[in-house]
């Protein structure tokens, strides 16, 4: 079976700090990754999302960057964290062609101060 | 580009009582539809999923959905509420369409309380 994981689970980090959030999938190859985030009253917000090796697209403008570099990995950096980035931030997998649902991780617990 | 509109950011029901959340969506092509579950500090769980087979979908946790095209909805039901379903609810459409790599996207969730 497949499983998600990220860490870490909580993360309290001050304005200007960088910042480095992972995501693993285990149990199935070349999955597309998807990074979300879920601020207060703002709904689920689709950040990044990857069909392979170094290969990120960027649906929002931000200070966030993403990477892929292992089929399995999904990496959210940022170099200087703004306020603003406060907020719970999913990682989530689908398979390839012929899938269409996505499988969430368990979640990252972000508070910028 | 597709949407997704949740009547009721807030439904309360009594325990053993009907549940009934709703969701219109909008979309250029036929959609792929989702609902999902989340309680509090924790991920998305995938309740159930219309990917254009039966129109009336079973879920986990005794939950179901209809796919009805003509009103563009995708309502999601449970005939008898237990306090275990108390948490917060998402919609979710999906497409291909313009190359959007079947992405999600999601109503703004309905929150779920059940009342004993």
């Known amino acids: 079976s497949q499983t998600i994981h990220q860490w870490p689970a909580t993360l309290v980090q001050p304005v200007g700090s960088p910042l480095s959030l992972e995501c693993t999938v285990e149990?199935?190859?070349?999955?597309?990754l998807y990074w979300y985030r879920q601020a207060a009253g703002r709904g689920l917000q689709l950040l990044f999302y990857?069909?392979?090796?170094?290969?990120i697209s960027s649906e929002v403008p931000q200070n966030l960057s993403a990477s892929r570099p292992q089929d399995r990995q999904f990496i959210l950096s940022s170099k200087k964290l703004l306020l603003s980035d406060s907020g719970f931030y999913l990682c989530?997998?689908?398979?390839?062609?012929?899938?269409?649902?996505?499988?969430f991780g368990p979640g990252t617990r972000l508070t910028v101060t | 580009a597709q949407s997704v509109t949740q009547l009721g950011s807030h439904v309360s029901v009594s325990e053993g009582a009907l549940v009934l959340l709703r969701c219109n969506y909008s979309?250029?092509?036929?959609?792929?539809l989702f609902w999902y579950v989340q309680y509090p500090n924790q991920g998305l769980q995938l309740l159930l999923k219309?990917?254009?087979?039966?129109?009336l979908v079973k879920g986990i946790n005794g939950f179901e959905a209809e796919f009805k095209k003509s009103e563009t909805s995708f309502h999601l039901t449970k005939p008898s509420a237990h306090m275990s379903d108390a948490a917060e609810y998402f919609c979710?459409?999906?497409?291909?369409?313009?190359?959007?790599?079947?992405?999600?996207?999601f109503g703004k969730g309905t929150l779920l309380t059940v009342n004993p």
């Open positions: 989530a997998w689908r398979r390839g062609q012929g899938s269409y649902e996505q499988y």
């Open positions: 149990g199935t190859s070349n999955p597309n």
């Open positions: 990857s069909v392979g090796i170094g290969q």
């Open positions: 979309s250029s092509v036929p959609p792929y």
């Open positions: 219309y990917t254009s087979a039966a129109t």
């Open positions: 979710a459409v999906s497409s291909n369409s313009g190359g959007s790599n079947y992405k999600l996207t």
